[in-house]
């Protein structure tokens, strides 16, 4: 089988590991991996702004860059959302390039749905490296906004971190409850977003979870800098790393 990496704006330019450590996994689960170098933005910070047309050419480089993947994988839940949902809406008036997406969009998926639901593995155990870490980690998991509402992502990513050796799943109240980030809504509304991230920050603290994780680093990028501000010792990791950590 084969998969398309499309490694997102924020993974590219911010955290390259997240990506690095999604080629890992997917090579050790048996999947032959390319990376399109042309990729771009997917188009998401104009659409959520509103800017419609501006983000029309890039869903179309899109198409152009990974019309013939066989599966096109993200480590992003709310990227996933954009192109295998939002580009419907970007495209309708485009007959040919909307008839192209409809043909893409069901070979789209984020990292954890890929792995469950494409590759049929719910128990990563048997993959685990002789030499993975052997420290036994209490991790909380955030449901983040757009795999939740928009993919139907909620067992997947639980389900494969519960089957790996030494680790503890921790709940805490604010799990499924938005981290206030949303994109240009932290830049145009900073005090609801700021009160919202302090309520996530303050359940994670109860919690007593020691890695925070999700399957968006944008998400992350928001909740690792309410941690790092409250001097809180939480450690952040994508999904991604903690899996290649464990695979090894």
């Known amino acids: 089988m084969k998969a398309s990496l499309f490694v997102t704006c924020i993974v590219d330019q911010f955290y390259p590991k997240i990506g690095e450590s999604t080629f890992g996994i997917l090579n050790r689960l048996g999947i032959e991996v390319d990376f399109p170098k042309g990729q771009a933005c997917c188009g998401q910070p104009m659409f959520n702004s509103g800017y419609w047309n501006d983000s029309k050419p890039l869903a179309k480089k899109f198409l152009q860059d990974f019309s013939d993947s066989e599966y096109i994988v ?105 981290c206030g980030f949303g994109g240009t809504f932290s830049v145009k509304f900073p005090e609801i977003s ?39 010792k939480i450690k952040v990791m994508h999904f991604a790393e903690i899996l290649h950590d464990r695979l090894g």
């Open 74 to 178: 993200l480590p992003s839940g709310s990227c996933a959302a954009m192109v295998s949902k939002f580009y419907a809406e970007i495209l309708k008036d485009e007959d040919a390039a909307l008839r192209e997406w409809e043909q893409i969009s069901p070979r789209i998926f984020e990292l954890s749905d890929f792995i469950f639901n494409v590759l049929k593995i719910d128990d990563l155990n048997q993959f685990v490296s002789p030499n993975s870490p052997s420290g036994v980690l209490k991790i909380a998991y955030d449901h983040a906004c757009h795999s939740l509402l928009e993919l139907n992502v909620l067992n997947q990513p639980l389900t494969l971190l519960g089957s790996l050796p030494n680790v503890e799943l921790v709940n805490f109240d604010q799990q499924d409850v938005c």
């Open 194 to 232: 700021g009160a919202m991230l302090s309520d996530k920050i303050h359940a994670l603290r109860n919690s007593k979870a020691e890695i925070l994780t999700s399957v968006d680093a944008s998400c992350l990028m928001h909740i690792r800098g309410g941690i790092e501000k409250a001097g809180d």
